[in-house]
């Protein structure tokens, strides 16, 4: 098989959520334990992060993989949905899955598939696994696909386990109210196991208290320990100062991250990083300073507030949800923009209509359809916006919409590109 073979078979063979939506969710860990033990349980044969949470989990699983990077290990990086190619869920040291690999991978396994049928990212998680034992990895940073409970990577048993913010999505799945979707995320602390939550959210603290006492893992909330003050940001990197226990502890820390939201996340990254260093791990300050000062350049991280040019100045963004919008508006506000060109589009599976109200009338939008399946209709997406009271015109492809934005857009003001990952993935200069 050739390798766009190989991508043809899994996605027409095995449903795909990042595609299709709910229907190729599985609420079983059966199908990825069938998987590993026809492997031989590869997930057991190097040491593991997990990282979980609503919005973060991408950014801060890159940072933790590019400080271990840093401090010498040899580090295995597992996250989804991928933007422009496959290869790009599962590296090594920031390098991409090798085509050659997945192609024999999947030769090997076609039979094992066609009896387990498995999902698109049970099959993806399997591939993981196998692929960092085969190269023996020191340490891979795991990220969780959806919630965490019933989630395929949670067959691991983690040296230390990060759970970022918790936030409404994926309701349909996961419940509800934030106790029911923090309860899912939850699942993935480990008996013994230490666990960083890296916002303390006062309404839902609970849950992870009563989590970690069942299965007796010791429980950080990591802003109970750093405290991160902003002291400079350009669209190129934010310098921070970071306290512990209100000590000063690391003065002038660059992210080449440059989200605002980047400031929730960097707590629960460092204290991850402060357990480990406890468990055998030898992680420098130099290490710490690097990893976080090159994340996207070490791991190839894209997407997070992004700059894809100037005059006019041109971001996108994967932010998805209510928490994710909002921040990228506050972000968008603090440029002062004469005029804000946003190019928005969603899935059909998500609250869209309360993103759209929180969207503000003055900009000009542009609605786009992503080219999957789970794309709501741009039709039906204008007609929404409209009831909200946005106006803007509609585009049947992202690149139809981000053009008609270049041409309508004076060099001083503002293109966004965002509302769903998958309107970022169809970005021709990502």
Known sequence: MTYQEVLDYLYQQLPMFQRIGNVAFKKSLDNIIALCDAMGNPQHTFKTVHVGGTNGKGSSSHMLAAILQEAGYKTGLYTSPHLKSFTERVRINGVELPEQYLIDFVEKYKSLFEEVQPSFFEMTVALAFKYFADERV?????????????????????????????????????????HAIASEKAGIIKPGIPA?????????????????????????????????????????QQVFD??????????????????????????????????????????????????????????????RWQVLGNHPLTICDTGHNVDGINQILTQLHSLQPKQVHFVFGAVNDKDV??????????????????????????????????????????????ADAVQAAKENAAPDEVIFIGGSTFVVAEIEEL
């Open 242 to 303: 970071v306290y512990r226990q209100d000590q000063l502890y690391l003065s002038d820390l660059k992210l080449d991250l440059t989200g605002i939201y980047q400031r929730y996340n960097l707590p629960g990254v460092l204290q991850t990083i402060t357990i480990l260093s406890e468990h055998g791990f030898n992680i420098s300050e130099v290490a710490i300073r690097n990893g976080l000062a090159t994340t996207k350049q070490l791991t190839g991280l894209k997407g």
């Open 196 to 236: 960083t939550i890296s916002l303390k959210q006062p309404e839902i603290e609970d849950v992870f208290k009563a989590k970690a006492a069942e299965v007796k893992a010791p429980l950080y909330f990591a802003t109970d320990n750093y405290q991160v003050v902003l002291k400079s940001h350009t669209l190129e």
């Open 353 to 398: 209509t309360t993103i759209l109200e929180m969207l503000p009338k003055s900009y000009t939008y542009y609605f786009c359809q992503a080219s999957i399946p789970r794309a709501l209709p741009v039709t039906e997406l204008q007609q929404k916006a409209e009831s909200v009271g946005l106006q803007g015109k509609g585009y049947t492809s992202v």
């Open 138 to 178: 020191d340490v891979a940073v795991i990220e969780v696909g959806l919630g965490g409970r019933l989630d395929s990577t949670n067959i691991i048993t983690p040296e230390a386990s990060l759970i970022t913010n918790i936030g409404f999505d994926h309701q349909n799945l996961l419940g509800d109210t934030l």
